[in-house]
């Protein structure tokens, strides 16, 4: 079975950094879709970030456009989101997710595989 943990949330004030890591144990075949995604308590869960296993390409959300970097070391089943310029706009619950099978870049949605979620929460 595929199992996700995150860690690496804590609070931070504004302009603060944080570095979430994602490890995914159990059987994984073929290529694969890494992401992260956010949720605040009454609102949608929205992705944050993916990253295709098979050439690496990523997608962004505006918001974290110039800010956040999701990478991903294959050989260990792990993906990473680092977060830098924090704003109080970033609190959430994080998610890392996975998709796999894929043969053609990541969707935003429609993610199999879902961590617990780590606390992020940027102070003002």
Not at 1 to 19: D, I, P, T
Not at 43 to 71: N, Q
Not at 87 to 108: F, K, N, V
Request: with cysteine.
């Amino acid at each position: 079975q595929v199992r996700l943990r995150e860690s690496g949330g804590g609070s931070v004030q504004a302009g603060g950094s944080l570095r979430l890591s994602c490890v995914a144990s159990g059987y994984t075949y073929g290529q694969r879709c890494m992401g992260w995604f956010r949720q605040v308590p009454g609102k949608e869960r929205e992705v944050v970030a993916t990253i295709y296993s098979g050439d690496g390409s990523t997608y962004y959300t505006d918001s974290a456009k110039g800010r956040f970097t999701i990478s991903q070391d294959n050989a260990k089943n792990t993906w990473f989101l680092q977060m830098n310029s924090l704003i109080p706009e970033d609190t959430a619950t994080y998610y890392c997710a996975a998709l796999l099978g894929r043969d053609h870049s990541c969707p935003t949605e429609y993610y199999t595989f879902w961590g617990k979620g780590t606390q992020v929460t940027v102070s003002s």
